[in-house]
């Protein structure tokens, strides 16, 4: 994926939903028009320094990619 299409992929944050509360999801809206390498590589890249996981993947019949990731929230606990 290029620059120029990561700047355009739509994405939202979410950190509390009613699946579960250790988990952290992000949803990711691919364009149609994005080769299937460009979105691979551009999942790989959140996958190795985000720590992310690929929750669910929907491709539509127009060619949109609706990505959702998902990562362990890591909760700090007061040791003093």
Sequence with gaps: MTIHQRAHAEHTDV???PRSS???YREILLPR????DAA???LVELAEHGSWELA???????G??????R???IRAVRTA
Excluded: C
């Design 33 to 36: 028009g994005t080769k299937r």
């Design 15 to 17: 950190m509390s939903t």
């Design 40 to 42: 691979r590589a551009a």
């Design 22 to 24: 250790s988990w952290e």
């Design 56 to 62: 669910r993947l929907r491709l539509y019949p127009d």
């Design 71 to 73: 990562r362990k929230v």
């Design 64 to 69: 949109r990619r609706r990505v959702w990731l």
